[in-house]
């Protein structure tokens, strides 16, 4: 009798140690607060965009690419999955909403090409190629330090087709030299060496 107890007792902390290694017997919810929820160069620029426009459209951040698309109607059920398992972990730096009725203006993607910490080096060609297909403008600006507030709000609207104008004309003095005319490839690449297509 002793030796069936003695042998139930090894079987239930046998039993117990084999439930220990597969059962999780830690934390529930390992978290911790992060100390920023954005990074210094996103903080930057979006400290930046709001001073550059943000009087005109809302501005929100890491938006998923799945949450400000919809499906074609007539789309069938196989390209939805496969759509979506492509877009379903794709996500856009900025999206900008109109301000009144929060429709979706355009998105904004952070380049960086010196360093692939959190910002797209290179272009998603499945994200450009959803967001052209929806008719949502695609606005890539490289990150560097010195963008004035005037410059990225020129590049904007001129990417969302906005006529751009400065608030304060600029004063030319009048020189006797003629001046160089420009190309209208030479204007459109000045105006949009901010923004990259």
């Known amino acids: 009798m002793e030796l069936v107890s003695l042998l139930i007792l090894v079987l239930v902390v046998l039993a117990a140690f084999v439930a220990s290694k597969f059962t999780h017997s830690g934390n529930p919810y390992p978290f911790t607060q992060k100390k920023s929820l954005f990074t210094q160069v996103e903080t930057a620029f979006l400290n930046l965009l709001e001073k550059a426009i943000g009087s005109d459209y809302k501005i ?19 390209s939805r999955r496969s759509a979506l398992a492509k877009a379903q972990n794709k996500q856009l730096d900025y999206v900008l909403l109109d301000k009144e009725s929060l429709k979706i203006v355009a998105a904004i993607d952070l380049v ?13 060609w499945f994200v450009n190629g959803a967001l052209e297909s929806a008719g949502v403008p695609l606005i890539r600006i490289k990150v560097k ?53």
Do not use: M
Request: charged share 25%.
């Open 112 to 124: 960086n090409n010196a360093s692939k910490n959190g910002h797209k080096a290179k272009k998603d």
């Open 60 to 78: 929100v951040s890491r938006v998923r690419l799945v949450d400000i698309l919809d499906f074609q109607p007539g789309t069938d059920d196989k």
């Open 145 to 197: 330090t010195g963008y004035k507030p005037q410059e990225v709000r020129q590049a904007i609207l001129f990417k969302l087709g906005k006529q751009v104008t400065n608030s304060k004309p600029p004063i030319r003095k009048a020189t006797s030299k003629p001046t160089a005319v420009l190309s209208p490839s030479q204007v459109k690449s000045q105006s949009t060496a901010l923004a990259q297509v």
